[in-house]
């Protein structure tokens, strides 16, 4: 038996994505042939799951996408107050795949059919071994379909194993008319003969990533592989340029190789700073880098004490180095500092298509409205006797509210963005998580009066974004590009009562 793997995923592939493997056998056109595909958690004894998959029509091949499955092992990770790196564990998977086969179990036979010596039928085998034993309940299959020898023909025990090539049936010798009439034994219940594990693909992992349908023919993880050679991407779909006000949180993901890595901030004065991802052990790390969750930088050199010490910083860049630092590993991501004014200051926190947690600040005018959500019933007013008479009391209730609920609704206005923000936009429209933080660190009109205020976790809700579609606008369409969207918070305050 031969099995060979025609194709398989990358060893680092994104999850949503086809997670296709293809393979072929030797053995595919015996009887009841199915390929075995097993799934476990790298390096465990812990199975997910088993496919049995029929060969393919016209090439045999066994076929399987494991792509369902293996996305329900990755989720995110949202660490609002991380202030350093951490691992990003659900952003992976790591999983081995063992591919085997069963089909059902045949013996050949082509030597002389023989006298027992008890009048029984003997067969001897083509295998050196074969698997039966006195007892087992067999089918016989004639190459002539039993017309010389109906005897022998069809369902029979077996009465006795000579030995390991020879047994004997119960049917008559007397009755064989041709000696020579060659066929193949079976167990009468189709049992089959079942390989697991002939090949193996271990060592594998999945991403929480999903590409576009016209990109993920080009996919390659070289692309995210970070080395002085390379100068890979970090995990996400950011714009390598992007807007953010001073109260921004960004969670960018990258893949460790194996080494120790740190990303290095440069503001535009050249002041440099970094924070060390001291942790090689782990294949995805996330590292907190927008500026309002800049956190504790450890500083290298340039003029300034801070990487954003005063509104003339107009941007700063980051950059993931191997060593602490030592060689250039990545790609530069800039990020353009937003100082215009602000009137009510929302961002929403988003998973984006790589599995990075960025935002998109909402500083214009916004507007809050309520639901109300409430069941009522009509109550009997009980009253009571007075001086012999039935009365009430006019507060009684008769119309009763129960089960009340309020829900949230924010309309929500963006400043002006650039063509390739507003694609990205998109990602924020139909991510499958996002929060809202509806008072971020910056200045905001409060009474016709700008004033400082500071970011409060306790805001931080998660919501649903409530667009059902999305016009992709284009700078040569329309020169100013900015965004309305609404949203609502996905847990409703209830009322007492």
Not at 87 to 116: F, H, M, P, R
Request: hydrophobic share 35%.
């Amino acid at each position: 038996m031969a099995i060979t793997i025609e194709a398989e995923p990358y060893d680092f592939t994104p999850a949503y994505n086809q997670c296709k493997f293809i393979v072929d056998s030797n053995n595919v056109n015996k009887p009841g042939f199915k390929y075995i595909f097993e799934i476990f958690q790298s390096g465990t004894a812990t199975k997910i799951a088993t496919y049995k998959v029929l060969p393919s029509y016209g090439t045999g091949y066994g076929e399987v996408d494991l792509s369902k499955l293996l996305s329900n092992q990755v989720s995110f990770d949202f660490q609002p107050d991380a202030l350093t790196f951490y691992d990003a564990s659900n952003c992976y998977y790591k999983y081995d795949v063992k591919i085997g086969e069963e089909y059902i179990l045949e013996e050949d036979y082509t030597a002389a059919l023989q006298d027992d010596g008890n009048g029984n039928v003997l067969i001897t085998t083509v295998a050196a071994a074969h698997p039966f034993v006195i007892g087992d309940q067999i089918n016989i299959i004639q190459d002539d379909g039993g017309v010389a020898n109906p005897g022998v023909e069809g369902l029979h025990t077996v009465l006795d194993v000579p030995n390991a090539n020879e047994l004997v049936i119960n049917a008559l010798f007397a009755d064989v008319t041709d000696v020579n009439e060659n066929g193949t034994i079976r167990y009468a219940n189709n049992e089959k003969d079942v390989n697991l594990n002939i090949v193996n693909t271990l060592n594998k992992f999945v991403f929480n990533g999903a590409e576009p349908w016209r990109l993920f023919p080009g996919y390659t993880p070289v692309a995210f592989e970070l080395s002085p050679a390379n100068l890979g991407r970090m995990l996400t779909t950011q714009p390598f340029e992007f807007t953010c006000t001073k109260g921004q949180f960004l969670f960018l993901n990258h893949e460790l190789t194996g080494f120790v890595t740190s990303m290095l901030f440069t503001n535009s004065n050249g002041s440099q700073f970094i924070r060390v991802v001291n942790n090689s052990t782990n294949k995805i790390a996330g590292v907190p880098c927008g500026p309002g969750n800049l956190g504790t930088l450890t500083y290298i050199s340039g003029p300034d004490a801070s990487l954003i010490p005063n509104d003339t910083i107009t941007s700063y860049t980051i950059q993931i180095f191997t060593g602490v630092p030592a060689v250039a590993s990545s790609a530069i991501y800039t990020i353009k500092l937003d100082y215009r004014k602000q009137i009510d200051e929302h961002q929403i926190m988003f998973v984006d298509r790589l599995g990075s947690i960025s935002s998109f600040a909402f500083q214009l005018r916004s507007y809050t409205r309520v639901g109300i959500k409430r069941e009522t019933y009509n109550k009997d007013v009980q009253g009571y006797i007075d001086a012999g008479q039935w009365t009430y009391d006019s507060y009684e209730q008769g119309l009763v509210n129960i089960n009340t609920q309020l829900t949230k609704t924010l309309d929500l206005n963006t400043n002006f963005m650039t063509e390739s923000m507003s694609d990205y936009f998109l990602e924020m429209l139909s991510s499958p998580a996002t929060w809202i933080l509806p008072v971020s660190y910056g200045q905001v009109e409060i009474d016709g009066e700008c004033v400082t205020v500071a970011t409060n976790y306790d805001d931080l809700q998660s919501c649903n974004v409530l667009a059902t579609d999305f016009e992709m606008v284009k700078q040569r369409n329309q020169n100013l590009i900015r965004h309305s969207i609404q949203v609502r918070f996905s847990n409703n305050d209830v009322v007492n009562g």
